[in-house]
């Protein structure tokens, strides 16, 4: 999948956007392919900033482990006895298994083994690239480590790589329950918008597509949860912000649409991020992994079928 899924606004890289965008225009007239080299290279590989000391305490509680993946590895983190059922985290683009830390309490509380990890090319796992292809074969291969998963809990990205496990597994990745944040329906739109913010078309837009696709292993059309629907099985639950600004809020709607026994949750005020330390949003995560379905009966956030709820009335209140 399009590894730049999280990032319609902004490049993935330390270096400011006008200076990438001018080196690739300098650099494209005498050599076209290195300057789709540099833009596919600025594409799958993901920032990683500083642990936050709210998520060094989480991971400190929990059991450090290895698993092996290719020919390296990724970085996990258990909390719970290895007899609870197990519950994975997903976390989304330049994002770290750290930041679904505030999930773990509430399903822990609800008697799960709750497991997080570091996806390639973020967090403490080795390497530099990655995309939501990458992620959904750690999934996999998470899945296959620590045996039958009572529920996944995925973030942005993640979300989307969750699906694509799902699909591109044929059903071997069988979550019992799923719960979705935020997470974006494609690749390619993502990929036109990165186009556009470099200034990127033609020829050489297409020598850059070549590139991803080659690193990535798909076509970016195949990257689309709309192509996933025969496999997305389990009751899914899917929370996102109406005033998202990383993932639209259209792409719940058609995310919903494309996830049989699917129901979808909207928040307001909480962002992209924040929503993932909300504790109404952790509490309705864990009681549908635990199986009820009515999360949102009593909770002080919206649905398509209610008033959006709107943060400062909680607090007024």
Known sequence: MSTSMGLPKRTNVRTPLAAVRAAIHAIAPASPEVAARLAAEVFVRPRRFPTPSRERD??????HARVPFGDSHLPTWTWGSDDRPAVLL???WEGRGSQLAPFVAPLRARGFRVVAFDGPGHGRAPGAHSSA???ALAVERLANAIGP???IVAHSVGGAATALAMHFTHGAVAPARVVLVAPPVSGRRFFDGFCEMLAIDGELRDAVLERVTREIGVALEAVDVRTCTEHLRAPMLLLHDEADREVPFEDARTFVSAWPKSKLVVTSGLGHRAILRDPDVTAATAAFIAGEDDVATGLPFGSLE???????RRYAS
């Not at 989480?58 to 059991?63: D, I, M, P, T």
């Not at 209610?306 to 400062?312: A, E, I, N, P, Y």
């Open 149 to 151: 998963l009572a529920g």
């Open 306 to 312: 209610r008033d959006l709820f709107v943060r400062s």
């Open 58 to 63: 989480a991971l400190a509680s929990a059991r």
């Open 133 to 135: 292809v990458h992620i």
């Open 90 to 92: 997903v976390h989304g």
